[in-house]
């Protein structure tokens, strides 16, 4: 069994910064990416940021200079820390995994449960 446990997230007033995290645990041998994604009210899911294990990044446009990724491989655990945060940013966050590799020697992705980030005055 793997999962995902995010926690950060909450109110923050425009041009802030808030910092997310997600772990994963559970059996398994390796991740290759993990990353972030937001889904706005009305709006489909975005990409945000993801990373692999050979620090490959990716960021979203909208986020680019603002938002870092970065990853512990030893916690497996990847971190979000959003600087300049804009109205526009509210969303629910939700951590992804990629080609878990587990102990069945298959492989899986996973999804958490998503975070809310409301970025408020």
């Known amino acids: 069994q793997v999962q995902l446990v995010e926690s950060g997230g909450g109110l923050v007033q425009p041009g802030g910064s808030l910092g997310l995290s997600c772990a994963a645990s559970g059996s398994f041998f390796s991740i290759y990416a993990m990353g972030w994604y937001r889904q706005a009210p009305g709006k489909e899911r975005e990409l945000v940021a993801t990373?692999?294990?050979?620090?490959?990044?990716n960021y979203a446009d909208s986020v680019k200079g603002r938002f870092t990724i970065s990853r512990d491989n030893a916690k497996n655990t990847v971190y979000l820390q959003m600087n300049s945060l804009k109205p526009e940013d509210t969303a629910v966050y939700h951590c992804?995994?990629?080609?878990?590799?587990?102990?069945?020697?298959?492989?899986?992705?996973?999804w958490g449960q998503g975070t809310l980030v409301t970025v408020s005055s």
């Open positions: 992804n995994a990629a080609r878990i590799l587990t102990v069945a020697k298959t492989y899986l992705e996973l």
């Open positions: 990373i692999t294990t050979e620090d490959t990044i």
